[in-house]
């Protein structure tokens, strides 16, 4: 293994282990921030590079707390109090010489949810399990966050033999599609030529290369709150108002809502909380949930039926509630110019033994906000698929990847940018 | 308002502003215990008075944690020293002269749910609702326990004219039915002749005295936790086991039973938590729920029909499921004679306008399992319903009863021990 | 076996083998109608005793095919076209002599449920189990009417010795709760000075009398149509508005609907068909269902709760829905000097080894409006619970009784009305 | 409008007013048969062309009373004679001369639902509309039925200058995908050379033609039946056993199946029906269901999911149940060589304005059975996407096309024989 590998592997585990959900990432952004900065980038972070009037989903009331939690686990005061409230890094690698401007994005939230505590699990096994309850690396994030600074590194050293700038965008809150619009509303994206995301994993296999992706789901975020009456289960349970049974109700029927003809369809709860004590019919409710849709107006079919469904449960268990937007995923296309541009980039990588033009993403991924913006603008962009192989599902307790990927895909990132950047081009 | 309505209210909205939910009743025991102790009573606590095979639904994990708590809102590290890890007072009046024993029960635990917070709620507006989330005396036991201490000290002034003993049993964890029965497998209830329970409000209005209560409902609690596999909701949902969609069809289904033709039936999931992240399918799930009937035979019918659904909705979904008993309560009759006793000593209350031999409580009430006991052992024993106008129904966030009652219950009480305790009776 | 129990046994297996649905009852009131002016009562049929716009839950349509269906089983079509449309019969016995006017109610109709077909169901396997699918009696009110002509000849016999009047109420569609109204609103009861209705079986054993009842659960008896839009369930399932789907969400919250704490309630969905084609989106469903409660308001709490539910399941799945009534019975109490009357007459029957001056009867009935309206005219009622072992539950497929109560029942009623129209009373 | 236009447009409009659901085309298959027979076709018919042991979701008690009816409206007897108890006709056209063998499909049946009555809708409107209850061309097969003759009468005008053999199955019971195995195991595919099935409508316009599909559906076609207990509703509705709740509940927990990652699934319960009276719990519930998947795989999941909630529900109400199995459709693909061939056929007709190589169904066929029957015997196959502009989706009680369309298809048709037959070839 190299050096550049074994890096990014210990970068990797490291933020695997202190694993933080979306816009809480704030020992992540410490540690990003101080690699850029050491490595010479011009670095910008928190409420620098978002937009609070464009921010999803976000608990403001926990980040004190959390704020404490990452000092607590090791990030720089300095760092936090520049960042605000807010997370997230832009490291910018100015040439100088004119050129083109080339934007990565790298997401660096964990998903909400516990790991594995299991022999079986590598990340257990090797004591670089989430040790903050409630966020996992799941997706893989942790990986791209590690390419994101393994890139830094290459491209630092490069820097002489580099015409135009180069923008590494690390991006919180993907998960729930909630943090790449506040970058995009700030302004960042609006004069990048070339831009590249991508993700490891999704199913496909450790050396293949997807230079380009479709099939982003759309999808659309949101809390409902039902709020009803209690009363005394065994006394007068026809003077509560149920929410739970309110809630419960609209998770089943909000599951059998019909599938689209015309596309995929997704709905989840992914949260219910409900109730208070055992002989207490329960007034209040508090349920996450999500649509998706192949197309915009398959997402628009989903979500009108979901509020439809919850809408008609509260009614039918006579109890208030209420519908949050909390987060909104759109679509995108990658440009064919840059797929020829990204195959020309995974040719030259040894470890990259397959290739492919186009794939399928089945999932939400709001880095469509981004790509959709530059292409307004003029600009190309396009979504790579990154193989590496997985021990389980995305979001799943027992996700881990294949590490050698990362060196893959920093290979093809820095290929791509050689190719993009290379004075008198 | 006399001084001992005073001291009893004061005592009482004290209580309510620190309320403690069942086995967590810290604050309370040790206030309790301090105040008998000064009053000259014996006084033994905790794991003194309980048979720890014998509890149930108590959440052993949390304990640490709410001595703590307690101790920081004003409870005696010596009283909490003395307790062990377990809640409960006892005290003993024992008068040295021959004669029956008579035994009182006051329940001190609060009710798992969230104290209204609103200007029309009296205790939130005068400034003594719950500090503790989660705790909240919406069933008047805070009452019950300030009228177990009014009478301690009416009995510790009357000490000289009363012959044979007198043990004022102050109960955790009533609320799940599942304290009494801890007390008494200890063996403290076995040379008891003579045996009084009460619960004021119950839609009986302030001045009303019943003397004897029947129709309690046998009930049994539980908990269940469902476990399932996460996957990512959007790519893979056909990879998850869905442990919310098990939980809520369970739900629905649960309160779907159909009743019982012979006697009232009940059925409910009192709290349901589940699920971890927005995008990911739910692998884990939690409910606490109980079931009730009017006999051991309906009771038995419900739970059994229960755990029919539980593991039918497990099934459903592919999931795994374990139950957990929490709690348990049963049946018992009020003995005639000391209904004619408290109708007696009631007639001499000028506060108690009304009387009536027999109500029907509707609720469950785990001093049936002292009840019992009592009269298996050959003693009498009664549960008074004391009248006390209410402003919300039981278990509901706006719970207050009318403060004047309590003074006519420990008159009741008093007049009545004085019956049973004179010398030469 | 004497004479009049042999007699009463082969109408009672007749009436049982051509079991008729509420107001489909032609030949069974042909057949009454013949034994009673045989007997030489004035006899009154259909629409004669019945204000059609006080009759509920009648299927017009489907009359014509009813009244041929009769005559093919037997009925004479004299009685048929003096019927008209409508069923049951009034016999009227007049001494002649000044006295009271005593009324008898027995209903003829049968319960909407198939028979079951099996060697060990004695109507099956001695061949008399219902001709008719979807008619049944399952309640045993084939018993009722045979009771009812074996005492029209007692009383016809001692007609000499008798003053005053006896009006015997054979009363259709008393399933549903829906004839009983529609004879009182004729006016029939208004002269009633002392009224008897009577159910046999009811979990009361062979020999008992119970002479009075109460509990009737208040009822209300409704249909819905769900509209939706069909659609294909391949290509096109978002098009559809399923009405199956509305339905079946509606049938499980209805049957959750929290039980009152006052008192018992009931709900159920008791027909429910939907849909067209396997791969069409069902456009349309209908649902017979009912509400109880052990007061007019329990039920009304019960119904308002059912017609929430309906709409909003409608609401929920975007259909049509319509509630139409179809049904409604109502409380009564049992007079005491009846029940003291029952007994005396109980006390002269052989057969009648145990009596009861009380029983609680748990169903509903719609004999409540007649014994309501003579109360409400000074008259006096009551309500017998005739004991009759029974081979299985009342509307279960194998139901059957104890034909031998059959003559308990017809002395009962005879040492009644001899007490209460011996001349010189 | 031209002769062969008018011909096909009256036999379409006799076809629909006579809409006969899946093996029950007993009047269909005799106005094919005679149509066919004479105009000198070798007609085989019913028993002669169905293998009865690969026959699917026939319902054989209905047959006698289909067949008078069919007879009722003019059906000849000689035909039904000889079509036994099943439906299907096989035309042949021999040219004597050597040659390839040229199959084409037409299925002949109607959807279970009923047609609109309502002036908007044509067929209503203009007098041919279905006059059987429970049965609508709302798919378009009357369509194809009348193509399939117009087809036959050019091409008996034509036979002298063909050579080879073409066969054009009339198939019974596409609806449910329950007819065409039932032929392909009798042998008549097994030594066709060139294959063509084809559908109006689903989306695609008038003058389009598409001249190959993919992404049928997998199906399966399945039954359920649940047998409870029945019970009182009011007295005892704990003794029931409800199956109305089993399938209520089974119904919607059937369409909350978790959609497959890989690619399109449904599910649809068509036709619920439970229940026999309003005051009885439901004893029996029947119910007509469906899963599909865009692969065998994903079908397969489907249908795991459905047995186990069906299952599983069963468990919860404790009641019995089956599954038997109706039906069984597969996927296929379109054969490169054939759609050229329909693109130049098409390209030769005026009418076709538009034509596209490939189409997605979306939807099930179970043309399918016999697309890879000829496949895997080495012969080619398509399936072609007839434009033609409906007023209501497929399924929909509002369903209508165009009727200019079956020239168009009857032209592209005509031409691809000619060009597959066209002797020296």
Chains 1, 2, 3, 4 share one sequence.
Not at 83 to 110: C, E, Q
Not at 254 to 266: E, M, V
Not at 369 to 386: D, N, S
Not at 402 to 423: M, R
Request: charged fraction near 25%; hydrophobic fraction near 40%.
């Amino acid at each position: 293994m190299d050096k550049l590998q074994e890096w990014m592997t210990a970068i990797r585990r490291d933020l695997h282990r202190h694993a933080e959900a979306g816009w809480f990432e704030f020992r992540t952004s410490s540690v990003v921030a101080e690699h850029l900065e050491k490595l010479g980038y011009e670095v910008l972070v928190g409420t620098q590079i978002i937009d609070k009037d464009a921010v999803m989903g976000r608990d403001g009331k926990a980040v004190p707390e959390q704020k404490q939690r990452a000092v607590r686990q090791g990030a720089q005061k300095g760092w936090i109090e520049r960042m605000g409230d807010y997370t997230g890094v832009l490291g910018i690698l100015d040439s100088g010489k004119p050129g083109p401007v080339v934007t990565l994005r790298f997401d660096i939230d964990a998903v909400e949810m516990n790991e594995a505590e299991d022999e079986n699990h590598r990340p257990f096994r090797e004591g670089f399990s989430s040790l903050n309850a409630g966020a996992m690396h799941s997706c893989g994030h942790d990986g791209h966050t590690a390419m994101g600074l393994g890139l830094a590194r290459i491209l630092a050293k490069n820097r002489a033999g580099m015409s135009g700038r180069v923008n590494l965008v690390f991006q919180p809150a993907e998960e729930g599609a909630r943090g790449a619009k506040a970058i995009v509303e700030k302004g960042f994206l609006d004069d990048t030529d070339y831009f590249v995301g991508l993700h490891l994993g999704l199913g496909n296999p450790t050396g293949m290369v997807v230079a380009g992706a479709s099939g982003f789901l759309c999808t659309t975020k949101f809390d409902v709150r039902f709020r009803g009456r209690s009363s005394h289960a065994g006394v007068a349970p026809h003077e509560g108002r149920n929410a739970l049974l309110a809630a419960a109700n609209a998770t089943l029927n909000l599951h059998a809502i019909a599938p689209h003809g015309k596309g995929a369809s997704r709905v989840n709860v992914g949260v219910l909380e409900a109730g208070e004590g055992r002989n207490v019919i329960p007034p209040a409710a508090f349920m996450k949930a999500e649509t998706r849709g192949e197309t915009e107006g398959i997402d628009a079919y989903m979500f009108d039926r979901a509020s439809i469904i919850v809408s008609a449960s509260a009614a039918m268990y006579e109890v208030d509630f209420d519908v949050s937007m909390q987060g909104k995923g759109i679509a995108a296309e990658s440009d064919g110019e840059m797929i020829d541009l990204v195959l020309q980039a995974a040719s030259g990588v040894e470890a990259c033994t397959e290739t492919r033009r186009h794939g399928k993403l089945g999932g939400s991924e709001d880095v469509t906000w981004m790509m959709k913006r530059v292409q307004e603008k003029g600009g190309k962009a396009t979504y790579i698929l990154l193989g590496s192989d997985i021990a389980a599902g995305h979001h799943n307790e027992y996700f881990d990847f294949d590490e050698s990927s990362l060196s893959t895909g920093v290979g093809v990132l820095a290929n791509l940018i050689q190719k993009l950047l290379a004075p008198g081009l």
